[in-house]
């Protein structure tokens, strides 16, 4: 069985990188248990810090796993420990989570909406302008969310969700800049490269389904949103090599027969930039397909490629 | 990080002997002040605090060993080097590649601005189905 | 050893030696302790300034990584930078170019880390003045130590102070020297005590690098003048796109690779 540490390190980074955000629930369920179990076995070998970063863990996972008195419970632990420090940002953000999960989202309001000078609340405050329900309605959700950024320029978080937001309902174009909007802060994030060539791809397919003429400019201008999209899977490769999401992105678009078909029409009329493409595709295409088949699993390759097909 | 018994006998077993060789010191310089004679130290002295020092060395560097991880599919990862990280960041973005949770995980998880009404609602609605 | 030893009382270990030392430690954590009782707790900073911080980050990234960018994305960016860091879209504090300069004494924040100075200061030097005083006047002119080496005679001056002695051998410390030894010394011996602070300090360092210009601060440069700075590095720059040649680059890199294919 691995060693307490192993599984404390473990339990540690999915805290620290909030990836449970996006477990699906029988891995909310599994992770919820596991961490209770191990909390109650060795909770008490754990420097102070560890063990409250843990005990935050527990509280979002029990709240997503609908167990709320466990939440409750945890939350007040978390209380009694630093409860006279009325200006964490980090507690009342918990609070505020725990209130609006349960239904009193006026209430969650009223906890984070006193300082403006609480950047941490002010971005929670953000999500008050979002359909709860049905996420696809976003515009005023957008809205807000440039209204934060505008005050808060620099926040990637920020930026990734406006991003993401946009990506949603089909403004790849600003989702692109989002996008590039972290990577000109940090330029080595190889999973926004991905991003980014996922929505110019997302950008190619809207535009190829209203395509009705197969007049040169515009296959052309296609061709350059392909381009976009292949140069930035490129990249993400150059920083990282083994990253099995760009080369199946290179794959994928090396792949577009029907496309390329209208393409080489056009390189046999003439074309220079277009000839050159087509034969970068065609290396760029043995080589990615012996990539993926060196390690990518065949499981992996189903869940990339769903993002794919939008 | 992960100190093992290996590692605390070295540093102990090397402790002891650099203890021995400064007290045989200690009571040779004593002796040789009485006498009047200085000499130069024994070999046998400096060849045990020599080798007192390599063995703590030895278990100091055996103490930085890369912990195991562990996957969010619940495999146990052993990291590709044994002591130290890799330098580049090709290679050393692969552990946590590997893990499943990148380091740039924060970007894509977007924990501040959690739909928590929603992801409670999906939770719900899978132990629904999951009862049918 | 031609010159004979000088003998010292056994019992200066236990009654002058060790209690500098001692009484060094106990002083030193308990500065410590006050000073940390004395800092303010963090402020939170007004919202405004951060933004104004952040765009002036998110321009110098913009300078640094503009490779990231395509042609004509860069050229936008450009074009909206130059604009806004021109204007006074971003201030914290926009004002009025006919006020007169204000009085930096009167200014609230610049009292608050004159304050805190002062503060540090003063938890620095009153206990240390103390401790000079008593080891002086208690153990003015000691001899307490022979040290266990030999060494020249450049550190005479440091390891005897308040001995008049000119041919003292220099392997005699003076009490005051002592006390001086401790003083640079006793740092390991304090991190070593009060082991997390250690790591807090490092994290305050590691902090202190990764923190935002200090805009409009006590001793810091004025807004309006970082921003035209960077407004006139942002207009001389010239681009260069990562994206250029990327996929020969690759290929090649994979060459070998292809031709085994």
């Not at chain 1, 006279?84 to 239904?103: D, F």
């Not at chain 1, 926004?192 to 791809?201: A, D, E, P």
């Not at chain 3, 030999?150 to 008049?164: A, H, N, R, S």
Request: hydrophobic share 40%; net charge negative.
């Amino acid at each position: 069985m691995a060693d307490v540490n192993v599984v404390k390190n473990n339990f540690l980074l999915i805290a620290s990188s909030g990836s449970f955000a996006n477990f699906n629930p029988p891995q909310l369920i599994y992770y919820h248990d596991k961490l209770q179990q191990f909390l109650l076995s060795s909770g008490d070998t754990l420097a102070t810090v560890e063990l409250f970063n843990l005990y935050e863990l527990q509280f979002y996972l029990a709240l997503l796993t609908k167990n709320d008195i466990e939440a409750k419970t945890v939350l007040n632990k978390l209380l009694d420990q630093f409860g006279n420090n009325k200006k964490s940002q980090r507690l009342k953000l918990l609070q505020s989570i725990y209130l609006e999960a349960i239904g009193d989202k006026e209430e969650a309001l009223n906890l984070i909406n006193r300082n403006p000078d609480e950047i941490q609340l002010a971005r929670r405050l953000v999500t008050f302008s979002r359909m709860n329900e049905n996420e696809d309605d976003n515009e005023d959700y957008i809205e807000t969310l440039n209204y934060f950024l505008d005050l808060q320029p620099s926040d990637l978080i920020a930026w990734s969700e406006l991003g993401h937001e946009y990506s949603k309902i089909g403004h790849y174009d600003k989702a692109i800049h989002c996008f590039k909007e972290i990577l000109l802060q940090d330029s080595f994030i190889y999973p926004i490269y991905y991003q980014v060539g996922l929505n110019y791809y997302y950008q190619f397919l809207q535009e190829e389904k209203n395509l009705k003429t197969e007049r040169k400019d515009k296959l052309l201008e296609l061709m350059n949103i392909l381009i976009n999209a292949r140069n930035n899977f490129l990249r993400a490769i150059e920083i990282f090599d083994d990253y099995p999401k760009g080369w199946v992105g290179i794959l994928t678009i090396t792949k577009l027969n029907s496309f390329n078909d209208k393409l080489k029409k056009l390189s046999d009329g003439g074309l220079k930039e277009v000839k050159q493409y087509l034969e970068q595709n065609e290396s760029l295409q043995k080589l990615s397909n012996s990539k993926v088949e060196e390690f990518v699993t065949t499981e992996e390759y189903g869940s990339i490629i769903k993002q794919f097909s939008k | 990080m992960a100190t093992s018994s290996s590692t605390l006998v070295l540093y102990f077993v090397g402790i002891l002997l650099l203890i021995h060789s400064g007290y045989s010191s200690y009571e040779f310089h004593k002796l040789s002040s009485l006498s009047h004679h200085s000499q130069d130290l024994p070999q046998d002295i400096l060849l045990e605090t020599l080798i007192g020092i390599v063995v703590i060395v030895i278990g100091g560097i055996s103490s930085i060993e890369n912990p195991n991880a562990l996957s969010l599919n619940g495999e146990l990862i052993i990291p590709e080097h044994k002591y130290l990280k890799p330098i580049q960041m090709k290679d050393s973005v692969k552990l946590n590649e590997k893990i499943g949770i990148s380091d740039y995980e924060d970007l894509n998880s977007r924990l501040p601005f959690i739909n928590i009404v929603k992801k409670r609602k999906e939770y719900d609605d899978f132990i629904k189905s999951s009862e049918q | 050893m031609s010159t004979p030893d000088l003998l010292l009382d056994p019992q200066l270990k236990y009654w002058v030696l060790l209690p500098i030392s001692f009484v060094m430690v106990l002083v030193g954590l308990l500065r410590s302790n006050a000073t940390y009782l004395l800092q303010p707790g963090p402020k939170l900073e007004e919202f405004k300034a951060l933004r104004e911080k952040q765009f002036l980050k998110r321009a110098a990234c913009f300078r640094q990584n503009n490779g990231v960018l395509t042609k004509e994305e860069f050229e936008n960016r450009k074009q909206y930078f130059t604009a806004t860091l021109e204007s006074n879209e971003f201030y914290a504090i926009v004002e009025d170019p006919n006020a007169d300069p204000a009085n930096p004494l009167t200014d609230p924040g610049m009292n608050d880390a004159l304050m805190n100075m002062a503060k540090g200061n003063v938890m620095n030097y009153i206990p240390q003045t103390i401790i000079m005083a008593w080891v002086n006047y208690f153990f003015a002119g000691f001899v307490i130590m022979k040290l266990p080496f030999p060494l020249t005679d450049g550190f005479k001056q440091m390891l005897q102070t308040g001995i008049e002695t000119p041919d003292l051998n220099v392997r005699y410390v003076s009490s005051i020297s002592w006390y001086f030894v401790n003083l640079f010394g006793l740092r390991p011996v304090y991190s070593l005590l009060m082991g997390d602070l250690a790591a807090a300090e490092l994290m305050n360092q590691q902090q202190q690098q990764q923190a935002l210009p200090n805009i409009g601060g006590p001793g810091g440069p004025k807004a309006d003048k970082l921003f035209k700075a960077e407004a006139e590095n942002i207009q001389i720059l010239t681009h260069k796109s990562i994206f250029d040649g990327i996929t020969e680059r690759v290929l090649e890199k994979y060459a070998d690779e292809l031709k085994a294919l």
